[in-house]
């Protein structure tokens, strides 16, 4: 999304801030970042109400490949990672890692691996067409229908609930998840920094320093600081 709306911490303008943050909505690891951000973010402006952090969201799909109607989930780890006892091997350490940020993921309810094309196209359409629209609540509601309940977010009738849900027109959101149906092709939208990505999540604070992978509150924090030049508050 080449034009996302603001996150804002701080109520003083004297500093700013910014965080590109890319991700997609198959990856456990970005849903536990992005709650790590939002928990970073609300530290910081505790500790320095005088800076302003806007969020800018990048969609970064990790498996393009997916056939439009998904793939069964499980079936699709087993072969990814080579054995039942693997896949529950990795869960396990995102669970730990995810319970930590406060999020209990419901991977026994997941049954398709989506492609999330239409997901991510839904985030830059919502934020092209409607003024003030901030991507985070529609971004948050699409990653835990798929963690937390399992919904299918490849398929548009979900993806139209959850838009609803989050105060999209009734009328245009269909009129675009149609559109979505007819042609499976759009081009998701890339950031500048896209080619020096290679797995997600992944910031970049201040155009400058890079963070890949979810890192907790306090490194995040740590990070915005020297971004700034704020030693003491390390």
Same mark, same amino acid.
């Given at each position: 999304?080449?034009? #996302? ?43 320095? #109400? ?13 498996? #393009? ?28 350490? @995102? ?9 209990? &993921?419901?991977?026994?309810?997941? /049954? @398709?691996? #989506? ?32 963690? &937390? ?10 993806? /139209? ?35 020096? @990505? ?37």
């Amino acid at each position: 999304m080449d034009d #996302p709306t603001e996150q804002v911490a701080g109520v003083d303008k004297h500093v700013s801030l910014t965080v590109d943050v890319h991700f997609d909505f198959v990856c456990p690891w970005c849903l536990i970042g992005k709650r790590n951000l939002d928990a970073a973010i609300g530290r910081l402006t505790s500790l320095r #109400p005088d800076i302003r952090v806007k969020v800018q969201w990048h969609s970064h799909q990790l498996l #393009p490949d997916i056939a439009a109607g998904g793939v069964p989930y499980q079936a699709f780890y087993v072969a990814r990672l080579g054995s039942a006892a693997a896949v529950d091997a990795r869960r396990a350490q @995102v669970q730990e890692a995810a319970g930590a940020a406060g999020v209990q &993921l419901a991977f026994d309810r997941i /049954e @398709v691996m #989506p492609n999330t094309r239409a997901a991510h196209n839904l985030v830059s359409w919502a934020v092209s067409t409607r003024a003030g629209f901030q991507p985070a609540s529609l971004i948050d509601r699409i990653f835990t229908g798929y963690f &937390l309940d399992g919904v299918d977010i490849g398929n548009p009738d979900a993806l /139209e609930r959850i838009g609803l849900a989050c105060g999209l027109d009734a009328a245009r959101l269909a009129e675009h998840l149609a559109a979505s149906r007819r042609d499976d092709s759009l081009v998701i939208p890339r950031s500048p920094q896209a080619e020096s @990505v290679r797995g997600v999540p992944h910031f970049v604070i201040n155009s400058a320093l890079s963070l890949s992978g979810a890192y907790s509150p306090g490194a995040i924090v740590d990070a915005m600081l020297l971004s700034t030049g704020d030693q003491e508050n390390r």
